[in-house]
């Protein structure tokens, strides 16, 4: 998504700043060109040789420094730049832009930028919630800005409340999603459901796979980007739900069947990305079992999701996932007819770097008419995008 983009990094004097130095990094692994441009306050939190270093990029932060190319500096930056983040904003320089004030580097070339503009407010919660403050962000909204509202919680100051920058992974993920140009699932509801299920025997054994569920949040967080609401059921997994998705937490395949039941209906393409178990133990202990008593275990199947939603889908598009380590277009394309879904991916566990806890994915898409699309192996979150090309498209 910022692969060879410019974004231009203003930092603001205040306690944050030191989160824009992570957030720098981190554009600058997504693939950006990350020019910084301090206010003099600024400096005295963070040394612009942090961001330098970081960056790998001359840090501009006074207005009359010696050009280090021959142009104006301030014009140049706000040409080059794809977008335009202030990390932390205060309240003087939320000020400052809503009053066309230009009187340092930075409020002067934001003043000449023409690209998207994306302010992540922090500061203590009395002046956060200060009506001039509200009246200027409102007013920088309505012009077009756009605001990552702060996070709540204990502040620097000691305080408790709103003001608090968020943490530079949830900042990395609302750029991408403000600089995402497909917005072609606004009005859409998305269901996703992600990650494997355990079956308890006892209270401290269960059944379960290795799915990591990466697949099913990228899945998740592309179709928010584009504008969908989304909700995700989700198993259990050590992942951080993406930026607002509304998330349902469950355990079991019973958990999952009954959250995925309840829900379906309202949403108008639903994508089961999640590995259910099979069987569960027909018994579940209160207490844990000795070794002796477990020697065997009787099994019974679980209900089956991808099934009981095909049957009442009427004009909802359903995706499905199928995973096989041998025959696998032949047991893919066999589950799509059995089960009445519109598409299965095919995921081929026995790809090198794909499949269980792999950041990227090996896939054919199998279609309702025989089709056969096999797509590279590619990141889950690119991937998850190419998906949703074909549901728009279906």
Same mark, same amino acid.
């Given at each position: 998504?910022?692969?060879?983009?410019?974004?231009?990094?203003? =930092?603001?004097?205040?306690?944050?700043?030191?989160?824009?130095?992570?957030?720098?990094?981190?554009?600058?692994?997504?693939g950006?060109?990350?020019?910084?441009i301090m206010?003099?306050?600024?400096?005295?939190?963070?040394?612009?040789l942090?961001?330098?270093?970081?960056?790998?990029?001359?840090?501009?932060?006074?207005?009359f420094?010696?050009?280090?190319?021959?142009?104006? #500096?301030?014009? $140049?930056?706000?040409?080059?730049?794809?977008?335009?983040?202030? =990390?932390?904003?205060?309240?003087?320089?939320?000020?400052?832009?809503?009053?066309?004030?230009?009187?340092?580097?930075?409020?002067?070339?934001?003043?000449?930028?023409?690209?998207?503009?994306?302010?992540?407010?922090?500061?203590?919660?009395?002046?956060?919630?200060?009506?001039?403050?509200?009246?200027?962000?409102?007013?920088?909204?309505?012009?077009?800005?756009?605001?990552?509202?702060?996070?709540?919680?204990?502040?620097?100051?000691?305080?408790?409340?709103?003001?608090?920058?968020?943490?530079?992974?949830?900042?990395?993920?609302?750029?991408?999603?403000?600089l995402?140009?497909?917005?072609?699932?606004?009005?859409?509801?998305?269901?996703?459901?992600?990650?494997?299920?355990?079956e308890?025997?006892?209270?401290?054994?269960?059944? $379960?796979?290795?799915?990591s569920?990466?697949?099913?949040?990228?899945?998740a967080?592309?179709?928010?980007?584009?504008?969908?609401? =989304?909700?995700?059921?989700?198993?259990?997994?050590?992942?951080?739900?993406p930026?607002?998705?509304?998330?349902?937490p469950?355990?079991?395949?019973? #958990?999952?069947?009954?959250?995925?039941? #309840?829900?379906?209906?309202?949403?108008?393409?639903?994508?089961?990305?999640?590995?259910?178990?099979?069987?569960?133990?027909?018994?579940?202990?209160?207490?844990?079992?000795?070794?002796?008593?477990?020697?065997?275990?009787?099994?019974?199947?679980?209900?089956?999701?991808?099934?009981?939603?095909?049957?009442?889908? /009427?004009?909802?598009?359903?995706?499905?996932?199928?995973? /096989?380590?041998?025959?696998?277009?032949?047991?893919?394309?066999?589950?799509?007819?059995?089960?009445?879904?519109?598409?299965?991916?095919?995921?081929?566990?026995?790809?090198?770097?794909?499949?269980?806890?792999?950041?990227?994915?090996?896939?054919?898409?199998?279609?309702?008419?025989?089709?056969?699309?096999?797509?590279?192996?590619?990141?889950?979150?690119?991937?998850?995008?190419?998906?949703?090309?074909?549901?728009?498209?279906?």
């Amino acid at each position: 998504m910022l692969h060879g983009k410019c974004i231009v990094l203003g =930092v603001c004097g205040g306690i944050a700043a030191y989160k824009a130095a992570d957030l720098a990094s981190k554009l600058v692994k997504a693939g950006a060109r990350v020019p910084v441009i301090m206010t003099e306050h600024a400096t005295k939190f963070v040394a612009p040789l942090t961001f330098q270093t970081l960056t790998d990029q001359p840090v501009t932060t006074q207005m009359f420094d010696a050009p280090i190319h021959w142009n104006v #500096e301030h014009i $140049s930056l706000a040409k080059q730049a794809d977008a335009f983040v202030i =990390v932390p904003a205060t309240a003087n320089i939320i000020g400052k832009i809503a009053g066309g004030i230009a009187d340092d580097m930075l409020s002067t070339t934001v003043m000449a930028a023409r690209c998207p503009v994306i302010l992540a407010p922090a500061m203590n919660t009395g002046m956060y919630e200060n009506p001039i403050v509200q009246r200027n962000m409102d007013l920088l909204k309505n012009l077009g800005y756009h605001i990552i509202m702060p996070a709540t919680g204990h502040l620097a100051c000691g305080d408790e409340g709103a003001g608090k920058l968020p943490e530079p992974l949830v900042l990395l993920e609302q750029i991408e999603n403000i600089l995402c140009l497909q917005k072609d699932l606004i009005g859409k509801r998305v269901l996703v459901t992600a990650g494997p299920t355990r079956e308890f025997i006892d209270p401290v054994r269960y059944i $379960s796979n290795p799915s990591s569920g990466k697949m099913g949040y990228a899945l998740a967080r592309a179709a928010h980007m584009r504008g969908a609401e =989304v909700t995700l059921v989700s198993g259990p997994v050590a992942l951080q739900p993406p930026y607002g998705v509304q998330l349902c937490p469950v355990c079991s395949a019973d #958990e999952m069947y009954q959250a995925v039941m #309840e829900q379906y209906q309202s949403h108008d393409i639903i994508i089961k990305a999640a590995a259910v178990g099979d069987f569960k133990s027909k018994h579940h202990y209160e207490h844990k079992c000795k070794k002796d008593q477990l020697q065997t275990i009787e099994l019974e199947k679980n209900e089956d999701i991808l099934r009981a939603i095909c049957r009442n889908k /009427e004009k909802r598009l359903v995706v499905g996932f199928c995973m /096989e380590t041998q025959d696998l277009l032949q047991y893919a394309y066999q589950k799509l007819l059995d089960k009445g879904a519109d598409m299965i991916v095919a995921n081929d566990l026995t790809a090198q770097e794909a499949g269980f806890q792999s950041d990227n994915n090996t896939v054919t898409i199998v279609y309702r008419d025989g089709r056969k699309e096999a797509l590279d192996n590619m990141p889950k979150l690119t991937l998850a995008h190419a998906i949703l090309d074909r549901c728009v498209n279906k």
